[in-house]
């Protein structure tokens, strides 16, 4: 059977599911709507969240990323798993502890006042909204790409499948589907890995792989190093060096960190749970889910590397596998005959280099570039689907929530009935698919740049007023608002100013102290803290029972 | 509320966190940044040391350094449950006396 009907096959079925799951798990209450009735298995939950947070950019072009910038792909490696650990020991457990529905009701009721939840709700939205056109944009992509339908179709399938089981489901949908939604991810993403692994070293765990000596048809040798030695010959960089100065490095990992502890749609699901132990729990579980997929990852990338420089260089145009004329079609890969002899030179050196390859290409084609069999390379589809919408769910929740529940039950109209509230959320999520599929389909130039920023912005406002929050009970709230606007601005005006304002000096030189704009969500954290901290001395202590709710969330149980 | 019970409780807690978030640190920002270019030149199988923690090893430790904390949180909830309890148990005897 061809690779199309295969595709076909796995995506229709995984929709049948996610469906068969929405009809079953409808919502009844708000309680049900917002945090799944709160209770979510640990192990459930473990599973949702690693599907809520490995997004299309995890699934398509997290090993794509890495496998050119070596060494220094790492920096996604560890800040996207190390957030978790933060994320368990700092937060989750009393955020569960405090048992409301949302990070803004905490924000709001930590710091006694609305105007802190409001900043919150801006800073939720905004983080959420550029987050989850990407994801759109990811869905439709994979489908024109797969199952050649035109992005807009794509889209809109997508939008009709998560409208169905948020709208229908919100939580307690969304958490179900997304556990079925990991268990195809990861098998989509595991099985390629294990065929290529297996090929290309003899070992079928890619982790340990990517470190093993090749087979004699791949002309033995360990792996790295010839992959090392052939890079250089090349004229690029040995793939196991690091290139980007060491501070920027240090930077962007902790801005992704800080990041990923501080994402809404990530500590929500930590609300599902039944208990504090539970949270506990689930935030394990959830990082070994994702570990498997994030320590594959950089196997894959060294493997694909490999396949790539192998085949591609010094081979006759016409000789080229069929994978190549496919994606070139696509234009993912392009090859360029500067010197008009008809073979494909790749180099380091632009003057020479004559093959330009997009890196996505990476996951998206390396079953066909390894030649596995056809129902392999058909699983990616399906697979890089779950990763997107699952992520996709989440954030439309967030906003949903932050609208109806935040925004309307807490601040504007405190005296509607729960009905009329769930109402609302439903409406809420239903305009927020509209817009966000708008943005799919046209998608404007910002939404890629923008969404590897939405961390540093979380993590300049978000993470330090939780864990002052926690952390430090006389933290008032002129402290926290006042940080969380300094951290918010000073990260997005370094953004925009080296993205959309002055974009040619953007490089290391005109960088304050070395760090890239990926890398200043951390020095918005420190911002954000020194703020809070300096202007906390100049007002009163927070009132008793804020002091005594911050001693309530910190015992067990 | 603020007894010395939950006081302990808490100065049990931050201690394990300082503890594990030390850990967290030193695997990440100093062995897999700051010091993995001195690291790259021990090597086993076909990982340079620096790379391999970068790459693979930090989130390895992750994953420990979380289900210690797991373990570590449920001991110290059951200690504190119990002290809890005894204290309870011991006060109606004291009001007597």
Redesign the interface.
Known sequence: MSVQIWTYIFVVLSFGLYIGIAIWSRAKSTNDFYVAGGGVHPLANGMATAADWMSAASFISMAGL?SFLG?D??FY??GW??G??LL???LA?YLRKFGKFTVPDFIGDRYYSNSARLVAIFCAISVSFVYVCGQMQGAGIVFSRFLEVDITTGVIIGMTIVFFYAVMGGMKGITYTQVAQYCVLIFAYLVPAIFISLMMTGNPIP??G????LTPEYGGG????RLDNLSMDLGFAAY???LRP?QD??FI??AL?FGTAGLPHVIIRFFTVPSV?DA??S??YA??FI?IL??TA?AVAAFAKMNLLNTVNNATYEELPGWFSTWETTQLISFDDINADGVVQYSGDAAVNELTVNRDIMVLANPEIAGLPNWVVALVAAGALAAALSTAAGLLLVISTAISHDLLKRSLMPGITEKQELLYARLSIFVAILIAGYFGINPPGFVAEVVAFAFGLAAASFFPAIVLGI?YRGMNRQGAISGMLAGFFFTAAYIVYFKFISPESSTAEHWWFGISPEGIGTLGTFINTAVALTVNRFYPAPPKAVQ?MV??I???? | ??DEH?RA??KA??RI?TI??SI?FFI??VC???L??FL?NFR?????L???I???G???V??L???V??VW??R??AR??RDKKDAAEKRPTEDQA
């Open positions: 890495i060494r792909g790492a490696l560890m798993t190390g978790y650990v368990a020991l700092l457990p982790q340990l990517f470190g093993s000596e360990y792996l790295l190093d196991t060096e690091g060491t490095v240090f990992t902790a960190m132990r506990r729990k935030a394990a990082l070994v570990a994030y320590t950089p952390f005594d001693d309530e910190r015992l067990p149980g | 509320m603020r939950a409780y808490w807690n931050v966190l594990l978030m967290w990440s920002f897999g940044i700051l993995a270019d790259d086993f199988a076909g990982f340079k620096g790379f391999w970068a790459q693979q930090s989130i390895y992750f994953v350094i979380i289900l904390y797991l949180m449920d110290l909830d504190y449950a």
